[in-house]
């Protein structure tokens, strides 16, 4: 196609032709391990073996980078393997500044894994600036952030963090997951990185477990791109072709689940057994001002606080059909969960109250059913608490 492409025709052709041997419109799944070489060390392209480089994959993730604005993206293997990728360009002694509210997966890689290699991190409150100012130091190489953060979708000033890091010569990772390069686009932001745990609206569909950084930058391209073929912890063949067939309709669904969601928490913030929800869509949001200025919508996760604790949000996740009580998100299917039992039990229960992760609170990842479906369901099992 001559010209640029917008977004939507991103997601149906960046990074992809039809097959130049047979014409096929989807990208093959190249399912080998190896490749014939001409001569020694003489190879067609970058591909000798499929830890190193994979057609498929090379599709992918032309793909993810156009997706988020970005020159160069990296799969991987789940979405702990692109953060664990990202903290190999540390060494022992350097320090992370962390926000706060997390993936309890995230913290746990923080927590039991790097930090016994000698790399600290700091978790901050990163709504608060001045937070974020007065916990860098000159061992600061790295701020993380996720933002809406999971599970009390916090949102946080993208641009105001890339600030801070380059005033102190750090890289600034934006975990994009819940926003996807739908609503957000943290590089235009400022950031260095972005992060995806692809498991979720990337894929969409609950069948394939994945990651991806993506960055403008050339040199740290290929620094990460040498931590993925060293540590090797890569995706397979055939979860990149699932991948790519999500990335197709990833601006429909998107954008359905922000309708789905805007109206459920509609209804929820109306709803006498609930105390209060967060929704980065609603007007109540306490960073809505942030909302407006760097995503275009609210997209599909939504908090609520039940009335009373654990019996009450125990007897009302026990009651829904149509919400499937499981962990993840961002599939077509409608999921819910408590992160205290749940996603965010390696975060400890004194950690989990400071953040406001109570037993009462319920984590909505709206999907794509019909709208009066899911209200009908989520009323139904309320009526039972």
């Not at 913290?107 to 916990?135: C, H, N, P, W």
């Not at 686009?185 to 993506?214: E, F, R």
Request: proline content about 4%; glycine content about 8%.
């Amino acid at each position: 196609m001559d010209g640029p492409m917008r977004f939507d025709t991103k997601c149906i052709h960046a990074g992809q032709s039809p097959d130049p041997s047979t014409g096929a419109i989807c990208t093959p799944v190249y399912q080998t391990s190896t490749y014939v070489q001409e001569s020694p060390g003489r190879f067609k392209g970058e591909y000798d073996y499929s830890r190193s480089a994979n057609p498929t994959r090379t599709a992918l993730e032309a793909n993810l980078a156009s997706l988020e604005g970005g020159s160069h993206a990296l799969a991987f293997s789940s979405g702990v393997a692109s953060l664990a990728a990202t903290l190999h360009l540390l060494k022992s002694g350097d320090n992370v500044v962390l926000c706060d509210d997390v993936y309890g997966g995230t913290y746990r890689v923080f927590k039991m894994v790097f930090e016994q290699l000698g790399i600290t991190a700091t978790r901050v409150d990163m709504t608060d600036a001045g937070a974020v100012e007065s916990a860098m130091t000159d061992k600061t190489k790295l701020v993380w952030l996720e933002t809406p953060t999971n599970p009390t979708l916090k949102v946080i000033d993208i641009e105001r963090m890339g600030q801070i890091a380059r005033t102190h010569g750090a890289l600034l990772a934006v975990d994009n997951t819940f926003a996807t390069p739908v609503l957000q686009n943290p590089l235009a932001l400022g950031a260095d990185i972005v992060s995806h745990s692809s498991t979720k609206y990337i894929g969409g569909h609950a069948d394939v477990v994945g990651g991806a950084l993506v960055t403008k930058d050339e040199g740290l391209h290929t620094r990460l791109k040498y931590i993925q073929n060293a540590v090797g912890a890569v995706p397979g063949p055939w979860d990149c072709f699932l991948l790519l067939r999500s990335t197709k309709t990833l601006h429909l669904r998107v954008q359905r689940h922000c309708e789905n969601a805007e109206k459920m928490a509609a209804f929820l913030s109306q709803h006498p057994k609930i105390e209060r929800i967060v929704y980065p869509g609603d007007e109540s949001h306490p960073q809505r001002e942030i909302v407006k200025k760097q995503m275009c919508r609210g997209g599909g996760m939504i908090t609520a606080f039940l009335k009373g604790g654990l019996d009450e949000a125990r007897r009302f996740l026990e009651q829904v059909h149509l919400f499937s009580l499981a962990e993840s998100l961002g599939g077509v299917e409608s999921l819910i969960e408590h992160p205290a039992i749940m996603t965010h039990a390696s975060v400890p229960a004194d950690e989990r109250a400071k953040l406001g992760i109570t037993d009462g609170l319920v984590r909505f990842s709206v999907g794509i059913e019909d709208t009066q479906d899911q209200i009908d369901d989520v009323e139904r099992a309320l009526a039972a608490v």
